[in-house]
T-cell receptor
Framework: GQNIDQPTEMTATEGAIVQINCTYQ??????LFWYQQHAGEAPTFLSY????GLEEKGRFSSFLSRSKGYSYLLLKELQMKDSASYLC??????????FGAGTTVTVRA | KAGVTQTPRYLIKTRGQQVTLSCSPI?????VSWYQQTPGQGLQFLFE???????NKGNFPGRFSGRQFSNSRSEMNVSTLELGDSALYLC?????????????FGPGTRLTVL
């Protein structure tokens, strides 16, 4: 089973940086994913980490530390359209994907 | 390339009835996963199908079942509906092009059980 924890809500100002942390416990790790979900819409894929380190993709970066069971999603140069729920998901060796409850990010002007 | 499509988009049923939801993956995607999303429980994995075989199953009762056809289209069925089955049901497809790491979600079917 999975135990995935991430903050419920975060608020930041347009142009700022926000870091969303995710901690997890798993018996067989096979990848960590971040998804973005705008209200009333389906989740969309943001990033995938399976090895330790930082993956950068434009304004979004994702970091993984397998030994610590820890990941973060970094959103830079925040824009109003970044207001959404951000879901951390962990895949186990049997390829089951478990999602955290999601972090609602609100970007203020 | 067309995205993942799900039908119907909205459905209202009463307790005890059964329902079948349909998902058409992106062309060429052989893996289809189903999820239930509720405000209280978040996104929960139901099952995954690959080449017409159920490869994985989440912790849901046997009332929840599914299947996949040779063209990769998938259906899920919920029998003896309960009020707690009211949720958004999402399907997602993936392909070997991304090592099955990137899932593309459909718009979901909003099921309301009265």
């Amino acid at each position: 089973g999975q135990n995935i924890d991430q903050p419920t809500e975060m608020t930041a100002t347009e142009g700022a940086i926000v870091q969303i942390n995710c901690t997890y416990q798993t018996s067989g790790f096979n990848g960590l994913f971040w998804y973005q979900q705008h209200a009333g819409e389906a989740p969309t894929f943001l990033s995938y980490n399976v090895l330790d380190g930082l993956e950068e993709k434009g304004r979004f970066s994702s970091f993984l530390s397998r030994s610590k069971g820890y990941s973060y999603l970094l959103l830079k140069e925040l824009q109003m359209k970044d207001s959404a729920s951000y879901l951390c998901a962990v895949r186990e060796n049997d390829y089951k994907l478990s999602f955290g409850a999601g972090t609602t990010v609100t970007v203020r002007a | 390339k067309a995205g993942v499509t799900q039908t119907p988009r909205y459905l209202i049923k009463t307790r005890g009835q059964q329902v079948t939801l349909s998902c058409s993956p992106i062309s060429g995607h052989r893996s289809v996963s189903w999820y239930q999303q509720t405000p209280g429980q978040g996104l929960q994995f139901l099952f995954e199908y690959f080449s017409e075989t159920q490869r994985n199953k989440g912790n849901f009762p046997g009332r929840f079942s599914g299947r996949q056809f040779s063209n990769s289209r998938s259906e899920m069925n919920v029998s003896t509906l309960e009020l707690g089955d009211s949720a958004l049901y999402l399907c997602a497809s993936s392909s070997e092009m991304t090592g099955y790491n990137e899932q593309f979600f459909g718009p979901g079917t909003r099921l309301t059980v009265l």
